[in-house]
């Protein structure tokens, strides 16, 4: 990709965000709303980050719309505009099928208690107590209890409740049983209210509503451009260096890789060793495998669900999850009415991945480890679409190589960090005053709501430490 030179932006902006992922995008359309001047600098050719899409022979795949909480309204409402928020619908069809259960459900609240006591046998004052449980958990609490032990509490020996409530979180942020349960709390509460939503028209249209709304409120937007350092002055934040080109700033917003900010970005002087330590000590979640199947406009779909969390697993395990050997993938179906005046169905296969399975491969492994993935994925589709090979006109396949490709981040990772990388994203400021990051983090803050969110939260922290700095004389 050749680098391209900044050109029309001013000669010193309020606050260059780096990455255009869905934290950088809404806390950039925020900073701007109160009045700073932003730089939004993305190194890739698109905006969205990991909220990305493609197309291909007239199909537009979604690679990480396959579903956001209810919360995705109000904060695009809030934070963007009604046009984005009113096009935000419901999923109506969520299938479970492995050699435990299989079911369908709207994943509400209502419905998962209905689940749990009549097909389950769970007694309802437990369910209930489970839900008000999970609900009023809170990150103050400091709670240092795991999700394992959570689920000991609530439904002993029950694998296979483990699995109904813990397999789709797994696939929504790569958290396990051994993670703390407040993680699972608040992500599982999150969806649990009303379900699990998408937006209509898709991941191509969001993003192209946000830099309406951007260009709206005066952000000046750049893709193509590599953020290679954030530079100092007096201790403080001074500005970046991207694309070998210098921009004066008083505050930097990173949305980009938390380890890559902390350990490439900053100079070694400007932030103490320990605090390098503890970013260099901080795990990085797990990676991501993807099938994106496109199917021939002449070929109607029946309806087969729109999220389809399969397994061939005998019981929920974290570890088959990632293993390279698929036994757990989810189907999302894009029927057409998903994006309107467009007549495709497309489906995508995702599976959580270890980057190290990937990683270190011959040309020729890959590329053959490539073609097993897409036809296993084939074989296992074929019991819900009879006959698939025959109606497909696309196959492609995206590993967690893929995704540090096209994301910068560290091993490919789908969500970020785990627990401990919120300190880490936190105390940022503290260490370099001016900097600051937001993101996938801390698997709370991840997923589209919860980048959005966080974000929000970070924007205005940047707000006060501008209104401090005019502040001083
Ligand atoms: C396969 C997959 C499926 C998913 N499915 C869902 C789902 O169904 N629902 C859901 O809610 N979430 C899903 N997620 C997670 C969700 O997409 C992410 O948590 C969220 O989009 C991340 O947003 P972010 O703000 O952390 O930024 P990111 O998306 O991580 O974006 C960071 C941006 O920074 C840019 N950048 C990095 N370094 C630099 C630099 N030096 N200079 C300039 N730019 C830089 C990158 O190019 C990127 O655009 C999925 C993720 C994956 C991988």
Redesign the pocket.
Same mark, same amino acid.
């Given at each position: 990709m050749t680098l391209r030179k900044l050109k029309n932006i001013k000669s010193e902006y309020d606050v260059v965000v780096?990455?255009?992922? !869905?934290?950088? !995008?809404t806390a950039a359309n925020m900073i701007a709303r109160r009045g700073h001047s932003v730089l939004l600098? $993305?190194?890739?050719t698109v905006? +969205?980050?990991?909220?990305?899409y493609f197309r291909r022979k007239k199909h537009i795949f979604d690679?990480?719309?396959?579903?956001?909480p209810v919360g995705?309204i109000k904060t695009c409402r809030k934070y963007w505009n009604s046009d984005i928020s009113s096009r935000i619908v419901k999923l109506k069809g969520i299938r479970f099928d492995n050699p435990q259960f299989q079911l369908e459900t709207d994943y509400s609240k209502d419905d998962f208690v209905r689940i749990l006591t009549e097909k389950f046998g769970i007694p309802h004052s437990t369910v209930t107590d489970f839900f008000e449980h999970t609900r009023n958990m809170n990150f103050y609490d400091g709670d240092k209890r795991t999700t394992r032990e959570l689920f000991e509490q609530f439904f002993p020996k029950r694998d296979d409740v483990w699995r109904l409530l813990m397999e789709p979180i797994t696939y929504?942020?790569g958290s396990t049983l051994e993670d703390p349960a407040i993680s699972y709390g608040i992500v599982f509460s999150n969806f649990m209210s009303k379900g699990v939503y998408t937006f209509t028209g898709g991941t191509d249209l969001i993003i192209k509503m946000m830099e309406e709304e951007l260009a709206k409120n005066s952000v000046d937007v750049r893709a193509k451009? !590599?953020? $290679?350092k954030v530079t100092t002055e007096n201790g403080k934040v001074s500005g970046v260096i991207?694309n070998g080109e210098k921009i004066k700033c008083k505050s930097v917003f990173s949305?980009?890789?938390l380890q890559?900010t902390i350990l490439d970005?900053i100079d070694k002087k400007d932030i103490p060793q320990s605090f390098r330590e503890q970013t260099k000590k901080m795990r990085i979640n797990n990676?991501?495998a993807?099938v994106y199947i496109g199917i021939k406009a002449s070929e109607k779909l029946d309806y087969i669900g729109d999220l389809l969390f399969t397994s061939t697993a005998e019981k929920f395990s974290e570890k088959a999850m990632l293993s390279k050997s698929v036994t757990s993938r989810t189907f999302?179906v894009y029927y057409p009415s998903f994006r309107p005046g467009h007549n495709r169905h497309t489906i995508v296969s995702?599976s959580n991945a270890d980057y190290k399975d990937w990683a270190n491969l011959s040309d020729e492994q890959y590329k053959t480890d490539k073609e097993h993935l897409a036809e296993d994925t084939l074989d296992k589709l074929e019991k819900y679409i009879p006959g698939v090979r025959n109606k497909i006109d696309h196959l492609e396949v995206?590993t967690p190589k893929t995704?540090e490709r096209?994301?910068?981040?560290v091993g490919g990772s789908?969500? &970020?960090t785990k627990f401990e990388g919120l300190d880490v994203a936190t105390a940022l400021p503290k260490h370099l005053p001016g900097l600051f990051f937001?993101?996938?983090?801390g698997i709370i803050m991840? &997923?589209? !709501? +919860?980048?959005?969110n966080? +974000?929000v939260i970070v924007s205005n922290e940047v707000d006060k430490y501008l209104r401090s700095l005019d502040d001083q004389p």
């Open positions: 780096i990455g255009a992922g !869905l934290g950088g !995008l600098l $993305e190194q890739h905006l +969205g980050g990991l909220a990305a690679v990480a719309l396959h579903g956001f995705m929504a942020n451009v !590599l953020v $290679e991207a949305n980009a890789n890559s970005m990676s991501s993807q999302s995702s995206a995704f096209f994301t910068r981040h789908s969500f &970020g937001a993101g996938s983090v991840s &997923g589209w !709501l +919860g980048a959005a966080y +974000g």
